[in-house]
């Protein structure tokens, strides 16, 4: 599992991008809060098999003090 720190970005696209579709607008600024995300696709079987080992959402030290 990698940690994702919080942050900030823009999502959507200008409504004078070439090419620009109806639905890809306007842009708004989207704020996170800090996740975990696997560093490579798994099956389900495979996160419940790690699931079960660990009884819990990830454990890594580098992200310590990240999960609120």
Do not use: C, N
């Not at 991008?17 to 704020?31: A, L, Q, S, Y």
């Not at 798994?42 to 990240?66: H, K, M, P």
């Amino acid at each position: 599992m990698l940690a994702i720190p919080d942050g900030t970005f823009k999502m959507g696209s200008p409504a004078t991008e070439p090419f620009r579709k109806d639905d890809e607008g306007p842009v708004r600024e989207v704020e996170l809060s800090p996740f975990f995300m696997a560093e490579i696709e798994v099956s389900w079987d495979e996160y419940l098999a790690f699931y079960v080992q660990t009884a819990a959402e990830g454990r890594s030290t580098d992200t310590a003090g990240l999960r609120t």
